[in-house]
């Protein structure tokens, strides 16, 4: 069992910047971020296998959010820029057993959940 806590979030301004962290206490295959508001599905954000490759990003952060992971695996970050109202969401962080191809990721493929963080762009 691998348990995911996160860290960071909060409210900004648009244009403003946040960084979530994701701490995990084992390794997964791949890691990412997913976004839920309010009346809305879940939705991918950004994801990255471990040993790096390739990030991939949903086309609506494509620019503006930049996914990493440490060396190690255990530690996934996001950092946000250029942050839109429309970014206004719970952000969970996910990890799944096997490898992401694209940054077409459903919440059914992966197997451990954060608790979230709330993240507010908001004037």
């Known amino acids: 069992q691998v348990q995911l806590v996160e860290s960071g979030g909060g409210s900004v301004q648009p244009g403003g910047s946040l960084r979530l962290s994701c701490e995990a206490s084992g390794v997964t295959s791949c890691m990412g971020w997913f976004r839920q508001a309010p009346g809305r599905e879940r939705e991918g954000v950004a994801f990255i296998n471990i040993g790096g490759g390739k990030p991939l990003y949903d086309d609506s952060v494509k620019g503006r959010f930049t996914i990493s992971r440490d060396n190690d695996g255990n530690t996934l970050t996001l950092q946000m820029n250029s942050l839109k109202p429309e970014d206004t969401a719970m952000y969970y962080c996910?990890?799944?057993?096997?490898?992401?191809?694209?940054?077409?990721?459903?919440?059914?493929?992966?197997?451990?959940w954060g608790q979230g963080t709330q993240v507010t762009v908001s004037s």
């Open positions: 996910a990890a799944a057993r096997t490898t992401c191809y694209n940054e077409f990721q459903i919440p059914g493929r992966f197997t451990y």
